[in-house]
């Protein structure tokens, strides 16, 4: 099996994970689904890294890890463990199993659209790319569907390791501080929403988006 | 000479600076000054002018690159123009000063800052769109003018006062747009914002931006379908009605058109029949719209409307080539301006002393107080255009240069027909108004009216002079 | 190119202040302290925004940190109008956080955090605008972001906490699109050109663009686009600008509308010129046009119906973006030069309106225009400078917006969009209604007979003043260096040589104008 196949099956294993990281209960469970996705998300790193000799990727991989596998989950189960509401349920707009399918037509359509990208470096990996795509619109859908303010935060990080995973795909040998850039910034993104909800759930006593509704018009 | 129209129309902008920083007391005072200090600047300017063998002269003030985007022109028509507005708007402050007062019967109010700081920024921007030679200028005259009458008309603050001073803004905003088109063709094809450059535009372009010039005119001017602002616009206080909405701001409208025809260098007729045409429309819904008032006010917004008609007449009417017409339509900016503003300043009065601008309440005014009787005699006989009054001579420039030229186009014949008609109607309307108001025993309003302030007397006499005798200055201004 | 410290420093400063601000102890006695760093740093970015752009304007692009800092006219425009807002309304909020603080709107910890963020959004704003190194640039938006969410969120009221909220999930997931597109072009450049690294730099970008996969980069910018599009406020993805603009405190809602939505729409020129470059014009431009026109449309009735005055205000500024963005899309020399001057006029007059709210919330302690009368009787010093600002942003001579306005419909005519322009100045006749509203019904009219009659102090009324006469002074006449430096911006735009004029229509040889007074050399006033 080359590093591509690799590749390509862990791009898999991320949709996977991400779809964990929706339909999970718990916003502390999310966090650890996607402590796991991160980790998946650092495999392919590593095994891009030895396929193409990028020396870069070794050292992306190892950020990541500190970041998103280790860091960013652990500030959430700490700083979202805290945080409940029980009457907002599952928080979900739609079923798990519309979840699904919906994600299923978003993977369809994104290996469509990378179908047309013509550039020769990415005709082995074309899966991953169009996972990679598919990741950042699952992101997206995340915080369209869930009313679960936290829900949201990891919509974000869904997006935000979609455009990682292509970056690494399309740029293998960007400089590495590029990398550190972006994931110091989703850090900080993290931090700070998790400091926004907490003091949401303070003054609105509810997790739930659908109860900010004093601005309108 | 470019000088002297600068100091006219910055010295009412520095006053109205000053009016800003000054204790409210003091205004009046200033902005008397202040425009008694333009009119002077004016006065001389013509004087030099006519001294000097009235020469052409024009010069840019702010150029970006090599382009004048604003700049200033003195010849005959901007000079005899210039003089009427600065000269009106200094009669109005004066009678102002009169007219707010505790013994206002229909308004006692004293006069707040707001209104002598505006009337002077009307001034001044008044001056200025006279004198510019871009279309820039104009277009930025045009929409100051715009926002002082938009101040002016709201002054009393009521909801109705403010609607309608918002629809002044917003109808003669929408028909700006207008001048906007013509500044952008005009600069798109020749590079400049010249009034003068209007001339060298091919003849497509030259229609576009003439056309687009007269819906702006339109707008300003009240003329259908931009018409519905004026009547509203009767909320403002009547000097502010008599200064902008007859004297000086409507007038913007048809000075515009007259500029752009002068530099035009031969205008496509198509501009001289959709300008008859709306002309004569404009001429006869406005006559219709006479009968139906009782308010003095609303009355005289009507007449102006027609009056105005009459000037976009003769205007086009010279696109066919007759230059007298196009004199009369100068002369007739001139003559109405005084005549009219006398009619308002004399609703103005009855307001003051009676309380009450309607007409089917006041008779007998010549019995109570002669100044306003004769006044209003004068008015409406120079409005209407009777011989020996000032109106007569200007219409009859229109019709007999209309006559002329309807020689070649016979279908002009009808419009002018029509537009005669309408001038015999309207006197007839007026005489009926004059018959019921002016003669016999006064009424019981009439007869418990107030004395009149000495200013405000002051200014009815100087302006019932004008009313006989200003054909006779612009004639011989115009040559 | 000269390499300079002079970027370095004007980034330093504001982020050492943030950090001096951060690490100051709290308490009475430190207040004043954190007064004073605060006003030495805005001064300090004023005077070193004005050096660097003085520097890039004599001709040499301004470079730092080897390439990763750059300023370049176009950036420059945008350099100044952070370093003049910035101080403006860093003055203006002295006197505001001051008030708020003594009448128990915000505890005193909140006081130090507010001067804090304000420094380090600054900070983040003058990095988005000087990096050349494009993640960079995403970086430094996305920061923007981050850094202005406390203080959108400063009051801790509900209403600001759901606003914060709203701003930062919708930026970041807008900004994450930018990312996207920013992560194409990369690896689009970095599979293209000779040395990979390059590809980071927008300069070797913008300057080898012909080489770039004409598909992606269609695609990089449509990303590009919808998130920095987010950013610059543009319809469909305003929905969080009116609630940000309008909850937080009113210096900040100044800087936010003034110069935060120009940075997001500077790095979408940026873009805009690598996609003209790679694949002509019409491409962005018709989207540009497209985007800009339907938010000049959509937000003109949402103006209407407001009656907060700060979302009043809020949604003018997504109709003058879209205006701005509408005259990019026009294009041309006139185009772009017409939404660059528009740019810089929104900037001040807009900042003026947004403090002139903070003085309306300080007497009336109320932005809900039904309960706001009077403004002029309570305060005339105020009232004033609201009318002359709202009188401003209706487009009225003599004051800025008018000039820019009437330069891009004289664009958007000279290209034939006959049409689109005549419609466009017609909705923009809806919100001079709109403004006029806010003046006839709440600076004039009759105050409560409650209200305590009195000005602002001077501290808040000068810097508004100040902001005033630049509103002024670029409508009577746009001075030589501004229109200089839009004309060297434009160029970069476009493309061109810089050193050659264009031939924008104001640049024709000799013009026609028959001038009949030999006196033509009349000084400029």
């Not at chain 3, 000087?130 to 009051?155: D, H, P, Q």
């Not at chain 3, 807008?174 to 689009?188: E, R």
Request: aromatic share 10%; net charge positive.
């Amino acid at each position: 099996m080359s590093g591509f196949q690799i590749v390509n099956g862990l791009a898999g294993l991320l949709i996977v994970t991400s779809l964990l990281v929706i339909i999970a209960r718990r916003p502390t469970r999310s966090a650890m689904f996607y402590a796991l996705q991160s980790l998946v998300l650092v495999g392919v790193f590593v095994t891009l890294a030895g396929t193409v000799g990028s020396h870069e990727l070794y050292a992306w991989a190892a950020t990541s890890f500190v970041t998103k596998v280790v860091l960013v989950p652990v500030m959430m189960v700490r700083m979202f463990g805290r945080l409940d509401d029980p009457k907002l349920g599952s928080g979900e707009r739609i079923s798990p199993a519309v979840s699904v399918l919906l994600a299923a037509v978003v993977v369809v359509l994104c290996f469509a659209v990378v179908s047309g990208v013509a550039l020769p470096a990415v005709a082995a990996i074309k899966p991953a790319l169009a996972v990679s795509l598919a990741h950042f619109f699952l992101g997206l859908a995340a915080i369209v569907t869930q009313r679960n303010i936290l829900k949201q935060v990891f919509g974000y990080c869904l997006m935000e390791n979609g455009s990682h995973l292509t970056l690494a795909l399309l740029a293998a040998k960007a400089p590495e501080l590029v990398e550190v850039g972006i994931a110091t910034d989703a850090v900080f993104a993290v931090v700070i929403m998790a400091v926004l909800a907490t003091q949401i759930h303070r003054t609105f006593g509810t997790l739930d988006a659908d109860q900010l509704t004093t601005l309108k018009g | 000479m470019i000088d002297l129209a600068l100091a006219t129309i910055l010295l009412p902008v520095l006053g109205a600076v000053l009016i800003a920083l000054a204790p409210q007391p003091a205004a009046k005072s200033i902005c008397r000054f202040f425009a008694g200090l333009a009119l002077l600047s004016v006065l001389y300017l013509a004087y030099g002018f006519a001294a000097g063998g009235k020469v052409a002269t024009e010069r840019a003030f702010i150029t970006l690159g090599d382009v004048e985007i604003v700049g200033f022109a003195v010849d005959t028509v901007s000079v005899l123009v210039a003089v009427a507005v600065v000269a009106i708007g200094f009669l109005v402050a004066i009678y102002s000063g009169g007219y707010f007062d505790v013994g206002n019967r229909e308004h006692a109010d004293i006069g707040r800052r707001r209104f002598w700081a505006f009337l002077l920024v009307f001034i001044g921007a008044m001056a200025g769109l006279v004198f510019t030679s871009t279309l820039v200028g104009q277009l930025v005259f045009f929409e100051i003018t715009g926002a002082c009458s938009w101040a002016l008309i709201g002054y009393y603050e009521k909801p109705k006062a403010l609607a309608s001073a918002l629809k002044a803004l917003i109808i003669t905003h929408i028909a700006s747009i207008g001048l906007y088109v013509a500044a952008s063709v005009l600069f798109l094809d020749t590079g400049t914002f010249s009034l003068s450059a209007i001339a060298q535009l091919p003849t497509g372009a030259k229609t576009v931006v003439m056309l687009a010039i007269l819906v702006a005119a339109w707008g300003k001017s009240a003329q259908l379908p931009f018409h519905m602002w004026l009547p509203d616009a009767m909320e403002a206080p009547t000097p502010v009605s008599a200064y902008l909405h007859a004297a000086s701001m409507v007038k913007v409208g048809v000075y515009i058109f007259a500029r752009a025809l002068m530099s035009s260098g031969g205008t496509p007729e198509i501009v001289g029949w959709v300008g008859t045409i709306m002309a004569v429309v404009t001429l006869v819904y406005g006559f219709v719209m006479y009968l139906p008032q009782a308010d003095l006010k609303r009355l005289l917004a009507y007449s102006t409307i027609t009056q105005l008609a009459y000037i976009f007449l003769g205007l086009s009417l010279s696109v066919f080539g007759s230059d007298l017409a196009f004199k009369g339509a100068i002369a007739h900016i001139f003559n109405h301006a005084f005549a009219k503003t006398l009619f308002f300043l004399i609703a103005g009065s009855l307001s003051y002393t009676a309380g009450t601008r309607m007409l089917p309440v006041l008779r007998g005014i010549l019995a109570k107080s002669p100044v306003i009787g004769i006044g209003f005699t004068v008015a409406a006989l120079a409005i209407t255009g009777v011989p020996p009054f000032s109106g007569f001579f200007s219409k009859f420039a229109i019709f007999a240069g209309g006559f002329r030229v309807a020689d070649a186009h016979p279908a002009l014949m009808i419009l002018v027909v029509v537009a005669l008609l309408e001038s015999v109607g309207s006197f007839a309307w007026f005489l009926k108004w004059v018959g019921w108001s002016v003669p016999g025993k006064p009424s019981e309003t009439m007869a418990a009216a107030a004395p009149l302030p000495a200013s405000m007397r002051l200014v009815l006499i100087v302006l019932i002079v004008m009313a006989v005798c200003s054909s006779f200055v612009a004639t011989a201004w115009l040559g | 190119m000269v390499s300079s410290i002079l970027p370095l420093l004007l980034l330093a400063v504001p982020l050492a202040a943030a950090v001096a601000v951060a690490v100051a102890p709290s308490g009475p006695t430190s207040s004043k302290f954190v007064e004073i760093v605060h006003v030495a740093s805005i001064s300090a970015v004023g005077v070193l925004a004005l050096l660097v752009v003085g520097r890039t304007m004599a001709g040499d692009d301004v470079t730092a940190l080897g390439n990763w800092l750059y300023v370049d006219p176009l950036a420059a425009i945008f350099v100044s109008l952070i370093g003049i807002v910035g101080f403006l309304t860093g003055l203006y909020a002295l006197g505001y956080v001051r008030h708020e603080v003594a009448h128990g709107e915000l505890t005193p910890a909140k006081h130090k955090i507010f001067y804090g963020f304000f420094n380090l959004f600054v900070f983040t704003m003058l990095l988005a605008v000087t990096s050349n190194n494009i993640v960079m640039m995403w970086v430094a938006v996305e920061a923007t972001t981050l850094g202005s969410a406390f203080l959108v969120g400063l009051y801790g009221k509900r209403s600001s906490l759901e606003a914060a909220w709203k701003y930062v999930i919708i930026c970041t997931v807008g900004v994450a699109f930018g990312l996207y597109g920013t992560i194409l072009t990369f690896s689009n450049g970095a599979e293209v050109l000779a040395a990979p690294g390059g590809a980071i730099y927008w300069t070797t970008l913008a300057a080898n663009a012909k080489l770039l996969d004409p598909t992606l980069v269609k695609i990089a910018f449509v990303f590009v686009l919808i998130g920095f599009g987010t950013k610059a406020g543009l319809f469909p993805m305003h929905a969080w600008l009116p609630d940000a603009h309008s909850e937080a405190p009113s210096p900040v809602s100044a800087l936010l509308s003034g110069v935060l939505l120009k940075c997001a729409l500077f790095v979408i020129i940026r873009y805009h010129v690598i996609t003209m470059q790679a694949v002509g014009p019409e491409f962005s431009q018709s989207l540009l046009l497209t985007l800009g026109f339907l938010s000049v449309a959509v937000s003109a009735f949402l103006v209407y119906v407001q009656h907060d005055l700060k979302r009043k205000l809020a949604y003018h500024s997504v109709e003058h973006l879209g205006l701005i963005v509408l005259g990019l899309g026009i294009g041309g020399p006139l185009g772009i030069g017409a939404a660059l001057l528009h740019a810089i006029n929104h900037s001040f007059c807009k900042a003026l309106l947004f403090c002139g709210s903070g003085n309306v919330l300080i007497k009336y302690g109320t932005r809900d225009l039904k309960s706001v009368k009077g403004l002029l009787r309570v305060a005339p010093v105020s009232g004033l400078l609201m009318m002359a600002g709202a009188l401003a942003l209706a487009g009225f001579p003599p004051f800025n917006i008018f000039v820019s306005e009437f330069l891009i419909f004289s664009a958007g005519v000279q290209e034939g969009h006959w049409g689109l322009m005549i419609v466009t100045a017609l909705l923009f006749t809806i919100t001079v209604a709109a403004l006029i509203h806010i003046v006839s019904g709440s600076v004039l009219g009759k105050a409560p007979d409650t209200m305590v009659k009195g000005d602002v102090g001077p501290s808040m009324l000068v810097p508004m003043a100040g902001l005033l006469v630049l509103v002024l002074v670029m409508g009577v006449a746009v001075p030589q260096p501004v229109s200089r430096l839009i004309q060297q911006a434009t160029a970069v735009v476009i493309g061109g040589d810089r050193t050659v004029p264009l031939a924008a229509p104001w640049q024709h040889p000799a013009p026609v104008a028959e001038i009949v007074a030999p006196a033509r050399a009349e000084p400029r006033s």
